[in-house]
């Protein structure tokens, strides 16, 4: 149990165009969904925490207007990517919190912004 | 504030040869801990969690962690190195902030295992 996707797992766009990752929690109903971003050789960077039905809490420096979250529903969340630049080419990884402490992750999704 | 440090970003061992992965975190409230492994372009899998029960924790694929207050410590270990195990691993510090579990990872460790 506790299995999380991410759609679409590689996407390429244009600069300027924007791109919508979702994220589903699959066998679970997640009271929490968090979006975090990784570098090269780096470690996860947390963007944002979202509840269902409530705004998405952004961590420091991760502008909300650029990176657009929304927490659907119990099993889903949405990362738009607005006005994509080549600087948001990465890893974007989202994770789901069931009634534990743990987050259960999903398997990524590599943006390249062209 | 919380905060981990894992040393060594870098970690080759021999087939069959014992894995350890340092971890030390710092927390204001007990914490919980966490080990993740990522294989290359793919998420993160949880490997084993402490959540204030036993201090020695064991995982999947063989790995075991050890809470250490007193040394403020949660080193990763596995008995005898697969090829398999080749992977990064993550330690993880959690708690509650706001109302919701807040995860501080640490840098990572890049485990090789050499045939």
């Known amino acids: 149990g506790a299995v999380v996707s991410q759609h679409p797992s590689r996407v390429i766009c244009k600069s300027g165009t924007s791109v919508k990752i979702e994220c589903r929690s699959l066998d679970f109903q997640a009271t929490t969904m968090f979006w975090y971003r990784q570098f090269p050789k780096k470690s996860l960077m947390l963007m944002a925490t979202?509840?269902?039905?409530?705004?998405?809490?952004?961590e420091q420096g991760v502008e909300k207007d650029k990176f657009l979250i929304n927490h659907a529903s119990l099993t889903l969340s949405t990362l738009t990517v607005t006005s994509a630049h080549p600087e948001d080419s990465s890893f974007y990884i989202c994770?789901?919190?069931?009634?534990?402490?743990?987050?259960?992750f999903g398997p990524g999704t590599r943006l390249t912004v062209t | 504030a919380q905060s981990v440090t894992q040393l060594g970003s870098h970690v080759s061992v021999s087939e069959g040869a014992l894995v350890l992965l340092r971890c030390n975190y710092s927390?204001?409230?007990?914490?919980?801990l966490f080990w993740y492994v990522q294989y290359p372009n793919q998420g993160l899998q949880l490997l084993l969690k402490y959540t204030s029960a036993a201090t020695l924790v064991k995982g999947i694929n063989g790995f075991e962690a050890e809470f250490k207050k007193s040394e403020t410590s949660f080193h990763l270990t596995k008995p005898s190195a697969h090829m398999s195990d080749a992977a990064e691993y993550f330690c993880a510090v959690s708690r509650n902030s706001g109302g919701y579990q807040k995860v501080t990872f640490g840098t990572g460790t890049k485990l090789q295992v050499i045939p």
């Open positions: 979202s509840n269902e039905g409530s705004k998405a809490t952004y």
């Open positions: 994770s789901a919190r069931r009634d534990g402490p743990e987050q259960y």
């Open positions: 927390s204001s409230v007990p914490p919980y």
